[in-house]
């Protein structure tokens, strides 16, 4: 059963138990909102996305969110990822800073969302909760409550670990309206406040040099989108018979040499089902995990499917949408 | 007439009835026929049916002037079969992306069916030109690991080839699922939740 949309004190307790504290990574991150715990609206569509490499199910809130999950799962520089992230509103240590990745590293604080929405002459926009007045420790005491972020992705190559912030809507239009009024005619009084909600939230991160992209869900090639979430299915999950994997490197360097060839996708299986010893079944399983995970480099921006050829690669993805991807600015 | 194209028989020819829609899939010189397939749904399931004409026949019932042809081009050229009309002109791909989760994604439940034929297609011509079609077809089901059921197998080989050789022919029969009038008085207390991703993709 879901409770109240929007603010309120047991929910702040519930966001602090979650993600209070010092941060947590892998499969014991939980997102400050997850599926079911507000009965979200009848035309929405939650998707629960699972991501071997962290061990638990990433939570998409709609259907525009989950295309950019899949994205930045499969770029291999990606070592961990926090949708639905507080915003803190206190000063607070730089997000990457509790992981081992950022051991040696001088990382810049953050001022908090209440600093910054004080910078911005909006702090009356922040919003505060009043706790219960039969609270055992604070009665009737007023506290902010936290701003949630989209996703913070994390990154690591040979120069060190970055962030970089998702913000995610259905439309471009979507940043110049709250998610209250999106049905309303426009008003200068909800624009001023969707515009300073993601002015703070751009201002908070930048802060610890992270950089905030604005994304709408059709800005992603459709090609791309589609053939993302249905090779996603074969990388999240389990071969058929286990000694697939005895094979596996074996054989997606035999794809690697067949990718040249622009054979159709399902002969190529078939083959190498018939050369490694496997079932149809598992051959599909490793090109399609190996396609994901990038290490068999196919064109994405064509329609991958079992009756058609399969192109190498024209356009890498992470070239075309790399700003998104991009180290922010010290 | 290329393969795929369906056909009427206006007045009924042989044994083909004035109703239905055919699909024509070959004329073969050699053995002198016509082939035509025909998807019917009885109360065992669907079936998968073919004619055979003599090809003289259905050369002629086509070739004469417009007007006095006793098998015409029908004048609505579905793309999907006739089980699947409820989705005509949608995007697979499409119901896809707005699908909230599902264990398997609607591509890999038809690139599962296709795994299946896929080694009966270069044979088409075979099939086509053999007295009886579905003694391959069935001893193909037979071979098949897991064993596939024959009607099932035959209906998949030859939707996919009639409708354009895409994937889409292959999609199970889900868009009519909970189709049924739900306008009945009885249903006036129920509460029925979302509406189908078939019957509206904008999700």
Known sequence: ?330 | MNIGTQVMAKDGLGELNTEHPYTFLKTDPASGWATLVEFTTQTKGRRVHIHRLSRDVFLKAVDTPAGEQQIIVAPEQLSLPPWLSSIEGADLDELDLVRKGGKIPFRARTEQRYGYIAELLPRLHEILSAKNPFTIINAHARAMSPRQNRERLAEWFFAYVCYKRKLIALFPEFPNIGTYDKSDPKYSNTHFGVVSIHLSPSG
């Open chain 1, 1 to 330: 059963m879901g409770s109240r949309r929007g603010p309120s004190f047991s929910k702040l307790e519930m966001i602090l138990q979650r993600q209070g504290g010092v941060p947590k990574w892998g499969a014991e991150y939980t997102p400050a909102n997850v599926m079911g715990d507000v009965d979200s609206p009848g035309r929405s569509r939650p998707l629960n996305i699972y991501a071997p490499p962290l061990g638990r199910w990433v939570h998409a809130q709609a259907k525009n969110e989950s295309p950019f999950v899949h994205l930045a799962l499969h770029c291999s520089l990606l070592f961990d990822l926090h949708e639905q992230k507080m915003l803190q509103f206190n000063p607070s240590a730089h997000p990457l800073s509790s992981h081992p990745h950022s051991k040696g590293l001088e990382l810049p604080r953050l001022r908090g969302t209440l600093a910054v929405a004080e910078e911005l002459n909006g702090l009356s926009r922040h919003p505060m909760v009043r706790a219960p007045k039969d609270h055992p420790h604070f009665p009737r005491k007023i506290f902010p409550f936290p701003y949630v972020g989209d996703f913070l992705l994390f990154f690591f190559d040979e120069s060190g670990p970055w962030c970089v912030n998702w913000t995610i809507k259905l439309d471009i239009e979507d940043f110049k309206r709250t998610f209250k009024a999106r049905y309303k005619p426009p008003t200068e009084k909800d624009r001023a406040q969707a515009e300073f909600r993601h002015e703070m939230e751009k201002r908070y991160y930048l802060d610890g040099w992270i950089p905030t992209h604005h994304l709408a869900g059709k800005m992603i090639d459709r090609e791309l989108r589609i053939n993302l979430k249905t090779i996603h299915y074969w990388w999240s999950r389990a071969p058929q018979e286990p000694k697939a994997l005895l094979v596996e490197d074996e054989m997606i360097d035999w794809y690697r040499q067949q990718i040249p060839k622009i054979r159709i996708m399902f002969d190529m299986e078939k083959e190498a089902a018939a050369k490694f010893h496997t079932t149809v079944h598992d051959a599909k399983w490793i090109l399609k995990k190996g396609i994901f995970a990038r290490t068999v480099r196919v064109d994405l921006f064509r329609t991958v499917l079992d009756n058609l050829p399969l192109y190498p690669e024209g356009e890498d993805p992470f070239v075309r949408y790399g700003d998104w991807i991009s180290r922010g600015q010290q």
